[in-house]
């Protein structure tokens, strides 16, 4: 498998780590296990609060891998790929432990859906936002409601359809997908470290039922994600949508 899942427990904080040598892309494969990661770091009694990041400096996580985006060739295997962004963000939902986010670099797609599945994202100054979907014949159809759930119909709206167009970290702020911009990897790692210490020494059954409240309303997302994972594993067998990544991938 090219890339990675760790995670690394601490005086209470579970740092998981993804990678992908290709700008922490999401395979199918790497989408499972971050899954699974997280569902097991939620279960562990060794772990009080969650932190998710990803390995390098300057992008956050690119999104679908383009490579098994072109390589689907039926509705089962297309709708059974977005089903790993679905099972990545209700992981993260009904996971009982706080997660925050780090987000280093620049976020794309599936990449801004992760950012909106933590409950407290932190960013730097590079952590550009950007929905391609459209851009390539689909659509943010599976990480939509968690980005909506964040930044509101009115910001998604304008990102999908604008989907060539990057967003500066800032404007993510101001719509509240980043609590707070940092002017370095360094001073958000350590402001992180300082929040993540508090969490986990915080009442871990107070943080649940507040993480429960923050969720409220999306108790049906196991079956929205899965209709909406059917939709883009349509959308991507057509001819428009093969040429449009072809295309993409030969321009980036």
């Known amino acids: 498998m090219n890339g990675s899942v760790n995670i690394e427990i601490k005086s209470g904080i579970g740092t998981i ?121 689909i659509g943010p159809f599976v990480v939509g409601p968690a980005v909506e759930r964040k930044i509101g119909v009115s910001a998604m709206s304008q990102m999908s359809i604008n989907a060539t167009e990057w ?20 001073e958000m790692d350590e402001a992180i470290q300082v929040l993540a210490d508090k969490l986990a020494s915080s009442n871990p059954q107070a943080m649940l039922l507040l993480k429960q409240i923050f969720w409220e309303g999306t108790e049906h997302w196991d079956e929205l994600l899965a209709e909406r994972a059917g939709m883009s594993g349509k959308l991507v067998l057509s001819d428009f949508t093969r040429n449009a990544i072809n295309t993409f991938k030969t321009s980036n």
């Not at 992908?20 to 395979?27: A, E, K």
């Not at 967003?167 to 360094?186: M, P, R």
Request: aromatic share 10%.
């Open 167 to 186: 967003q500066t970290a800032e404007w993510a702020k101001t719509k509240g997908l980043y609590t707070d911009i940092y002017e370095s990897v360094e």
């Open 17 to 137: 780590t993804f990678f992908h040598p290709q700008s922490n892309s999401l395979p199918g494969e790497i989408l499972n296990l971050l899954a699974n990661t997280i569902t097991q770091a939620g279960e562990n009694e060794d772990v009080k609060v969650i932190v998710l990041k990803s390995e390098g400096d300057r992008a956050f996580c690119a999104g679908a891998s383009f490579d098994e985006l072109i390589s689907i060739e039926d509705f089962e295997t297309g709708k059974e790929f977005f089903s790993g962004f679905a099972k990545v963000i209700n992981a993260s939902r009904k996971c009982p432990k706080l997660i925050i986010g780090r987000v280093q670099g620049k976020a794309v797609g599936g990449g801004v859906g992760l950012a909106s599945a933590v409950d407290y994202c932190m960013a730097t100054k590079f952590a550009a936002v950007k929905l391609s979907e459209l851009a390539i014949g």
